[in-house]
Every structure is written in C-alpha cells, then in structure tokens.
C-alpha cells in the first residue's frame, strides 16, 4: 500500500522527505511518499482563535482517502482548544508541527526532538486511518496525547493490544 505525504502550507520539502524517509524505516508493507506541497484552504482559517479547523481542512481531502497532510499552522478540532493531529477512518491524517516545535514552549530549537515528536504523532494518527481507537496503555503510540510532554513520554511503537487489532484486522501498518 503506498500513502502519500503532502505538505500544506509553507512546509519545506525536504520536510516532508525527511517524515517519508521516518516512516518508511517504521512500516514493513506501507510505502509513505512525498507527494508535495499545497495551500492551506483558506476557509478553514478562524480569525478569532487564529487557528484552522481540523474538520474543515480533512473534508477538502477526504475524496482521496488515506494520506497524511502536515502543516506547521495552529490546529483545533470541535471541543478542543488545540490538536497535534486528527485523522478519520479511511481517510486523511492531519499533524500539525506548531506545538510539537519546542520553541513553541520557548525552549531552543531542537530539530531531533521536534521530529520525534512528528513521527509518534503521525504514527498514531495512521492508526486512526486504518481504525485503531485511543489506547489505555500510557506507552502504547495510540494513547491519547494532550500535551507535548505526555508525546514525549510514550513509545513509537503500538502496545501488544493494538498490534494483535492490527493483525486480526489484516491492517497493514505490521
């Protein structure tokens, strides 16, 4: 299965080669490649809380089914005052790379970290494509993440429930 990795936004291209590059090492029967760069779509820019809708950007690609769309903009989802990412079965994952940056948090830039964080976030948003749900397990990559901390202190790997849904289910994220 190939997936394809688009940027949107000012993401940089070697950007998204760099995550295609991640995510290949990570998935033995998915093959992510960079599909390039396109707009944000304009409309899902809420001016009051100077973010863009999840939901909104997602409907502008669900037609195409699964890819992974990253944008370095601010995003929230409906109830939520801010997402790293969000997904739909079958359809797209959004990241955005915004409050995974450290410097977000007034720390220094620190590229390794950032990407770290990219990748277990990306990781776990694809789960959610091909029907995984949140995990209890506070290591598993499919628990539920609120904060840039609770990303740094679980895995990048999916726990021993989440592998065997994966495997019962014939997903091919193995």
């Not at 409050?99 to 948090?105: E, H, Q």
């Amino acid at each position: 299965m190939q997936i394809p990795i688009l940027g949107l936004g000012d993401i940089p291209v070697d950007v998204l080669k760099k995550l295609e590059d991640m995510l290949n090492g990570e998935f033995s029967k998915i093959r992510i490649y960079a599909k390039g760069v396109r707009e944000i779509p304009e409309d899902t820019f809420n001016s009051f809380r100077d973010q863009y809708m999840a939901e909104g950007i997602m409907d502008e690609f669900h037609k195409e089914g699964i890819q992974i769309l990253v944008t370095e903009e601010d995003i929230y989802t409906k109830g939520k005052n801010y997402v790293f990412g969000e997904a739909e079965y079958r359809g797209p994952a959004l990241v955005s790379t915004h409050r995974l940056d450290p410097t977000f948090y007034d720390k220094e830039r620190n590229e390794d970290l950032l990407f770290k964080r990219l990748k277990k976030v990306l990781i776990h948003e694809l789960g959610h494509c091909f029907g995984l749900d949140e995990c209890d397990d506070p290591l598993c990559v499919m628990h539920y993440t609120g904060s840039a901390k609770s990303v740094d202190d679980k895995e990048c790997e999916f726990c021993n429930d989440c592998q065997v849904k994966i495997s019962t289910e014939g997903l091919p994220l193995g």
